[in-house]
């Protein structure tokens, strides 16, 4: 049974930190590349990061770049990935989804190239 459970959203003040993590399993993630988006309301869901099997690559959404980090751990059965949030400001505020995709050697931004996805997180950022 495939999984990716999303974890550690809440609300913050502007300028505070969260770690998002997404625990994947079910299938082989450790060879996917891993990323994270999010939807805002009334907006459409837009990439945030991105990350390849190894971790040797990384992309950013320029809105984040500077800000947010993105790593992940490759256990044998499950792979972990986070995203750690700094300087968190109310436009970040959006539920977050974690998702992979089985190009695993490459960084992709293309929501479509990702096959699974989790059920996301809400992450509210007050002014």
């Known amino acids: 049974q495939v999984q990716l459970v999303e974890s550690g959203g809440g609300l913050v003040q502007a300028g505070g930190s969260l770690r998002l993590s997404c625990a994947a399993s079910?299938?082989?993630?450790?060879?996917?590349?891993m990323g994270w988006f999010r939807q805002a309301p009334g907006k459409e869901r837009e990439f945030v990061a991105a990350?390849?099997?190894?971790?040797?690559?990384?992309?950013?959404a320029d809105s984040v770049k500077g800000r947010f980090t993105i790593s992940r751990d490759n256990a044998k059965n499950t792979v972990t990935v986070y995203l750690q949030m700094n300087s968190l400001k109310p436009e970040d505020t959006a539920v977050y989804y974690c998702?992979?995709?089985?190009?695993?050697?490459?960084?992709?931004?293309?929501?479509?190239?990702?096959?699974?996805w989790g059920q996301g997180t809400q992450v509210t950022v007050s002014s």
């Open positions: 998702a992979a995709d089985r190009l695993g050697s490459i960084v992709v931004v293309r929501e479509s190239s990702y096959e699974y």
């Open positions: 079910g299938r082989p993630f450790s060879q996917y590349a």
């Open positions: 990350i390849t099997w190894r971790g040797g690559s990384t992309n950013y």
